[in-house]
């Protein structure tokens, strides 16, 4: 399988009959682009409100096709406005404003200047160096995006789909410096895998006999945290030193438990801890962090 490699000219395909097409009306309403989802790769979906001209850049192309406010804001919100004006080329994966509202609360929470960076990181996985065609794209059957991770490419029931889920419903869009093909969905990328030991954040001893004969446990069955980290995922979910561990995700509270568990669920992954705290019994949910280096 060939693969695209940043900034490099895609190589032309002739064994495709999938063609660009110089001028491609953009999808302003919901029927049409329920309709769009029947067409083959390389038609194109029209309306009678805005033919691109390949005179307006990426950013303006999409001003001008209407269905793009939340991408243009999000664009704004993540400074990454410049890039799509400049030069380029780039070819952009642009989810319409309704692919957007599938994220529901999650779009304004993502649009605060705290979440800029992760806002970024989200939308530099819509973008590709070079200027990408449909067929070129469907040839190559992945390419690197300017975030890091690839995307891939498919044809599905004769739709060009990305990451075996995202419909591309209109392709080909041509702006001055690059390309757009518009997508039902937006594209997540996998969560950062930080390398470094994965950890919860707390040190942990069997309860001695006397402890464990009063609680009325089996001291070889839970632990008793003698030390939180500080600002570690565990302080923040509430645990203290001298909570006792009965269980973790239901399972016999052992050091052997939490090695195996933080494996299971890796990084970021929910670790439910049952504990003993002033004879009350009290579940804590955390997750699993990284070791600093």
Same mark, same amino acid.
């Given at each position: 399988m060939t693969r695209l490699s940043p900034g490099a000219a895609p190589p032309p395909d002739t064994s495709l009959e999938l063609r660009p097409y110089s001028k491609m009306k953009l999808l302003t309403s919901l029927s049409l682009a329920a309709l769009a989802l029947t067409l083959p790769v390389g038609a194109s979906a029209t309306t009678a409100d805005h033919t691109p001209s390949q005179a307006e850049n990426i950013v303006e192309t999409a001003k001008s096709a209407g269905n793009f406010k939340t991408l243009l804001a999000a664009a704004k919100a993540a400074g990454l406005v410049e890039p799509l004006v400049g030069k380029g080329p780039l070819t952009v994966l642009a989810p319409t404003d309704e692919a957007f509202a599938k994220l529901g609360d999650a779009i304004p929470e993502l649009l605060r200047p705290e979440n800029k960076e992760s806002l970024a990181r989200i939308l530099k996985y819509h973008v590709i160096a070079g200027s990408v065609m449909a067929s070129d794209a469907l040839k190559a059957g992945s390419a690197p995006t300017l975030m890091?991770? !690839?995307?891939?490419?498919? #044809?599905? /029931? /004769? *739709? #060009? *789909? =990305? $990451? /075996? !889920?995202? $419909?591309? =419903? +209109?392709?080909?869009?041509? +702006?001055? $410096?690059g390309v757009i093909h518009v997508i039902d969905q937006v594209l997540i990328p996998e969560a950062p895998k930080p390398a470094g030991r994965l950890v919860i954040g707390f040190f942990s001893d069997k309860p001695g006999e006397q402890l464990a004969n009063y609680l009325g446990v089996d001291r070889n069955q839970c632990l008793l945290v003698t030390e939180v980290t500080k600002g570690s995922e565990a302080e923040k979910a509430g645990l203290l030193s001298y909570d006792l561990i009965v269980s973790i995700n239901d399972k016999k509270a052992t050091q052997d438990a939490i090695r195996q568990i933080k494996e299971d669920v890796g990084f970021g992954g929910e670790v439910r801890l049952d504990i003993l705290r002033r004879g009350k019994k009290v579940r804590i949910s955390s997750k699993v962090g990284a070791e600093d280096h």
């Open positions: 890091g991770q !690839e995307v891939s490419f498919a #044809l599905v /029931g /004769g *739709r #060009l *789909r =990305i $990451n /075996g !889920e995202v $419909n591309v =419903i +209109a392709n080909d869009v041509l +702006a001055s $410096n």
